[in-house]
Each structure stands twice: as structure tokens, then as C-alpha cells.
């Protein structure tokens, strides 16, 4: 098991990259996945990291990543999460966090 982020109003964390953070509801990025956290702590000490830190509101729901340290779409759905819509879908996605450039979103390849 491990942990997403959840906001009713912004819906489920999908990552960041270079300093801006997507959510599902808001602008997931065509992303096919959310990062996950393996414990609460660490959900919590990366949303610490925030400008203004943890979002008033937020709770972490958990989650059994299919994809690595990601949760598909479906993966969130069935842990009774809100899915999202995604424009293509895609054959292959690379789940690899770059810490040149701060991402933590999935590469579409």
C-alpha cells in the first residue's frame, strides 16, 4: 500500500515539474498516473515543502500503485477515488523521477 494526495476541489495529485504541481481536477497533464507516497510521513513532508505547506482540505487516501511509485487511473478508482480524462491514450509510459528537472510526473515516450 502506499499513499495519494486528495483534494475534493484540486482531486488527486498527479506530480510536479519545475516548481508547478498538477492534480487531476485542475490540469493532470494528460498523465495516466499519480505519484504515490509509501508512508504517510513522507506524503506529508513533501507537501511541507509547499509555498504555505500541507493545502487546507488535502487528505491522503491509500492507494496499491500498479506502475512503480504511481497510481494509474484505475488503480485511484478502485481505491473509490475520482478518475480523470486523458486526451490520447498511450502505449508506453516511462514511470522514472528526474531529479534534473524536479519531476515527478511520468514521461509519456
Given at each position: 500500500?502506499?499513499?495519494?494526495i486528495?483534494?475534493?476541489i484540486?482531486?488527486?495529485?498527479?506530480?510536479?515539474?519545475?516548481?508547478?504541481?498538477?492534480?487531476?481536477?485542475?490540469?493532470?497533464?494528460?498523465?495516466?498516473?499519480a505519484?504515490?507516497?509509501?508512508?504517510?510521513?513522507?506524503a506529508?513532508?513533501?507537501?511541507s515543502t509547499?509555498?504555505?505547506g500541507?493545502?487546507?482540505g488535502?487528505?491522503?487516501v491509500?492507494?496499491?500503485?500498479?506502475?512503480?511509485?504511481?497510481?494509474?487511473i484505475e488503480?485511484c478508482?478502485?481505491?473509490?477515488?475520482?478518475?480523470?480524462?486523458i486526451?490520447?491514450?498511450?502505449d508506453?509510459?516511462?514511470?522514472?523521477?528526474n531529479?534534473?528537472?524536479?519531476?515527478t510526473?511520468?514521461?509519456?515516450?
Open positions: 500500500m502506499a499513499y495519494v486528495y483534494s475534493e484540486e482531486g488527486i495529485f498527479i506530480g510536479s515539474c519545475i516548481g508547478l504541481a498538477f492534480w487531476s481536477k485542475l490540469d493532470p497533464v494528460d498523465q495516466p498516473a505519484i504515490t507516497f509509501p508512508s504517510e510521513a513522507r506529508e513532508q513533501f507537501m509547499w509555498a504555505g500541507r493545502p487546507e488535502v487528505s491522503l491509500t492507494v496499491e500503485p500498479d506502475q512503480g511509485e504511481y497510481a494509474t488503480a478508482v478502485r481505491a473509490g477515488l475520482p478518475g480523470w480524462t486526451a490520447e491514450p498511450v508506453h509510459v516511462e514511470y522514472d523521477w531529479a534534473a528537472d524536479e519531476c510526473t511520468p514521461r509519456l515516450t
